[in-house]
């Protein structure tokens, strides 16, 4: 068989699709998730559309259909709403009054029923959002894993806070508990992962939940969907389908809903936390927008930065938060890094996500073709050139983007501002390390940034210059979010509130202090309700 050499051949006929990645048949979603009832759902349907163009008899390419699900209104948003608050109880209900070990065990529900649908999960993912199959496959299991690394963390947290401090005549105990109604909200690019690294520590804490899929990566919630209901009681977990300018409103402006856990942009956040009319009681966990740059000094190991950069920019068509979007390399050695930054590009596979070696496929978002071609061609009239040997003019075709490295980037261009959040390098030569310290300290946000160098007076140098910028400074190795036990973070327009295992079990509670004075008294009473176990919120017990 004779090579593909255009964008346009790269999608596939019906019959080249290898049977242990097909849908055996669109996932028509008919229900929705509320008050702990599977119901079902006779109203508008929003159809979803794959990133994958496929090939039909006639030779024409369309975008698959692979389902749909439902497009809800008010209505239903308000009976999720009201079915969180009643479960929550002021705190008194099942789920928040529930013994942390006993939550436990209802999220080893979860994980079971998701273990058992795993394959149609990570076909989802596939076919939602393009991501390839192994990337899809890594996704499922870093969330499992994360959900264990959690319940590992809160027994820790839990057993730390069974104990009672006396201090100064008083006898007290401090334990974590919950905020009360959570709205998560997912990004489509870790549909899975990122939802999950908010709602799962939002549950294990004991608060009640509404879910809001990503507009592209709701169908894969479906199979998950009979696991929330099967584990957890009544109103605890509620999931909020539609538009979300029609109903998220509605959410917020209640003034209901104590927590926004939201991964997404600023914008958006910034306006949700405005609807809210007691902004003092909502609480914010969000993860948003970001820029990282990785600064290339002169003395940096050329080939390990080039192998760092590729994959920072480059993985999953550089549509992570934490991918390198800005190149900052010194003059001495731009030329020599971009040659083989080049030739490493160049190497790189685009195709469909279930190809071997595959990675740049299909965008998942329908208008981000036509976005990123502006980019490049605004970069071209204002100075840069196309670096990538052999690239031609056609750099998309449908859902493709071909990944294209730009030099020299200057303060003019869209790709120097703004986050492209596609398979684009633009590449910034400096003399003067300065240069980068002064466009990350004068940039919006503040995520991660990247340092390569051999020389630790260089690279002390920018930490201490930066440490007040970003959340967290990578030093010869592209920005990341892993270990899940790191702190994620970011400053400025970047973040509010800190993620990791940890962190998020904090974040999604308060502290709760009860205090007695130090009597003969107080302590038979304290004694009584622990030895009779009359109290959930004072207990002593440790979990194994």
């Excluded at 009976?79 to 109880?89: E, G, H, I, M, Y």
């Excluded at 740059?293 to 940096?300: G, L, N, Q, R, T």
């Amino acid at each position: 068989m004779e090579p593909k050499t255009s964008l346009l051949d790269l999608f596939p006929d019906v019959q080249d699709i290898p049977a242990t990645v097909r849908l055996s048949s669109p996932v028509h979603q008919r229900h929705i998730l509320i008050n702990g009832e599977l119901l079902p759902w006779g109203g508008s349907v929003q159809a979803v559309y794959s990133p994958i163009y496929i090939r039909d008899s006639s030779g024409e390419l369309k975008p698959a259909v692979i389902g749909s699900y439902p497009l809800g209104g008010e209505d239903e948003a308000k009976l999720a709403l009201q079915a969180a608050v009643t479960a929550f109880d002021a705190g008194k209900g099942e789920w928040p009054s529930m013994s942390v070990q006993e939550r436990i065990k209802r999220i080893w529900v979860l994980i079971q029923h998701m273990i058992r649908r795993k394959e149609d999960i990570v076909k989802l993912i596939v076919w939602e959002i393009g991501k390839t199959v192994q990337d899809a496959d890594t996704e499922f299991e870093r969330t499992i894993g994360y959900i264990l690394e959690s319940i590992k963390a809160l027994k820790k947290l839990t057993n730390e806070s069974s104990q009672f401090i006396v201090q100064q005549n008083f006898i007290g105990q401090v334990k974590k508990v919950p905020h009360g109604v959570v709205l998560c909200m997912g990004p489509f690019n870790y549909p899975l992962n990122e939802t999950f690294t908010t709602l799962i520590p939002a549950l294990l804490m004991g608060n009640t939940v509404l879910f809001k899929p990503p507009k592209q990566g709701t169908l894969l919630f479906e199979p998950i969907l009979e696991g929330f209901a099967e584990a957890f009681p009544k109103g605890v977990v509620n999931t909020v389908y539609g538009r979300g300018r029609d109903i998220v409103p509605t959410l917020m402006q209640s003034g209901d809903v104590d927590v926004l856990a939201l991964i997404g942009s600023s914008k958006v956040a910034n306006s949700l936390k405005k609807m809210h009319p007691k902004s003092n009681r909502l609480k914010s966990i969000l993860g948003l927008d970001a820029k990282n740059a990785a600064i290339i000094c002169a003395d940096a190991d050329i080939a390990l930065a080039v192998k760092e950069c590729v994959a920072g920019a480059l993985t999953y068509n550089g549509q992570r938060c934490t991918a390198l979007k800005l190149l900052f390399v010194h003059s001495s050695l731009v030329q020599n890094f971009n040659e083989r930054l080049v030739e490493e590009v160049d190497k790189l596979v685009v195709g469909m996500p279930w190809e071997s070696g595959v990675t740049i496929t299909p965008l998942a978002e329908p208008d981000k073709p036509a976005y990123l071609v502006n980019c490049i061609q605004d970069a071209l009239v204002h100075g840069a050139t196309i670096l990538n040997n052999g690239h031609d003019s056609q750099t998309t075709t449908g859902s493709l983007v071909k990944p294209t490295v730009l030099f020299p980037v200057n303060e003019q261009m869209i790709v120097y501002r703004e986050e492209q959040f596609g398979p684009i390098i633009p590449i910034v030569p400096f003399d003067n390390p300065q240069v980068a310290i002064d466009y990350i300290t004068q940039s919006p946000y503040g995520q991660q940034v990247s340092l390569f160098s051999s020389d630790p007076t260089t690279l002390s140098l920018i930490i201490d210059r930066l440490t007040g910028q970003v959340g967290r400074i990578n030093i010869n190795a592209q920005c990341q979010r892993s270990p899940d036990s790191f702190p994620f973070s970011g400053r400025k327009d970047s973040a509010e509130g800190t993620l990791s295992v940890v962190d998020a079990l904090t974040a999604f509670s308060v502290d709760s202090v009860v205090a007695m004075k130090h009597t003969t008294h107080n302590e038979q009473l304290l004694e009584a309700i622990l030895e009779q176990g009359m109290s959930s919120r004072l207990s002593n017990r440790v979990l194994f």
